[in-house]
């Protein structure tokens, strides 16, 4: 069982930037791929960003390419998710996810486990 819980939203003037964290509980984070996502009002939920397990692979939407990073550190047991130039649009809850595995995870019925959610507001 891995619990997940998520920090550092908030609310964020256009152009701003924040960093966003997701504590793992367990032993075995570095078995785990992770993962963000985020969902709109009235919207689905969607894909952010990736990376493998130990790190050495990343991808991301196209949205969010060149102004979020994903990165963990697994001494810590954290996922961090580095957003800049942020957008009105980027709006969400944003919630980590883990997935059994050492490989990227794209696809969210993969992901084993999921955070509650950080509301991330950008005003224009």
């Known amino acids: 069982q891995v619990q997940l819980v998520e920090s550092g939203g908030g609310l964020v003037q256009a152009g701003g930037s924040l960093r966003l964290s997701c504590a793992a509980s367990g032993r075995t984070f570095s078995s785990y791929a992770m993962g963000w996502f985020r969902q709109a009002p009235g919207k689905d939920r969607e894909f952010v960003a990736a990376?493998?397990?130990?790190?050495?692979?990343?991808y991301y939407a196209d949205s969010v390419k060149g102004r979020f990073t994903i990165s963990r550190d697994n001494a810590k047991g954290t996922v961090y998710l580095q957003m800049n130039t942020l957008k009105p649009e980027d709006t969400a809850v944003y919630y980590c996810a883990a997935g059994r595995g050492l490989a990227v995870i794209v696809t969210s019925s993969r992901y084993d486990y999921w955070g509650q959610g950080t509301q991330v507001t950008v005003s224009s």
């Open positions: 990376i493998s397990s130990i790190g050495g692979s990343t």
